[in-house]
Nanobody, 123 residues
Framework: QVQLVESGGGLVQAGDSLRLSCAASGLTFSSYAMGWFRQAPGKEREFVSG????????YYADSVKGRFTIGRANDESTVSLQMNSLKPEDTAVYYC????????????????WGQGTQVTVSS
């Protein structure tokens, strides 16, 4: 069974940093593009960032560009999201996702999703 397990969420103050991690199992990790999404109560799930299977290509939502950095370690089957200069509007449940290509991730066509981890940013 494919599993994506996020960790690293928590409660922080505006301007602080967090690093999220997603551990994958049950799939050939190096063949999948990976991504991060977030969802606040009453809101649609929103694309945050994606990375190609090789790690060569990345993409970011305008709202996080310059503040967040996505990375992956194929030898460890993990993908990370370094979040700096956090703002209250970043508050959401953050989900890890896997798909065939970065285009699929960006187009909300991921095959697998994690359970989510809560990020809360106070003002």
């Amino acid at each position: 069974q494919v599993q994506l397990v996020e960790s690293g969420g928590g409660l922080v103050q505006a301007g602080d940093s967090l690093r999220l991690s997603c551990a994958a199992s049950g799939l050939t990790f190096s063949s999948y593009a990976m991504g991060w999404f977030r969802q606040a109560p009453g809101k649609e799930r929103e694309f945050v960032s994606g990375i190609s299977s090789s790690g060569y290509s990345t993409y970011y939502a305008d709202s996080v560009k310059g503040r967040f950095t996505i990375g992956r370690a194929n030898d460890e089957s993990t993908v990370s999201l370094q979040m700096n200069s956090l703002k209250p509007e970043d508050t959401a449940v953050y989900y890890c996702a896997a798909g065939p290509t970065l285009w699929h991730i960006r187009s909300y066509k991921s095959d697998y999703w994690g359970q989510g981890t809560q990020v809360t940013v106070s003002s």
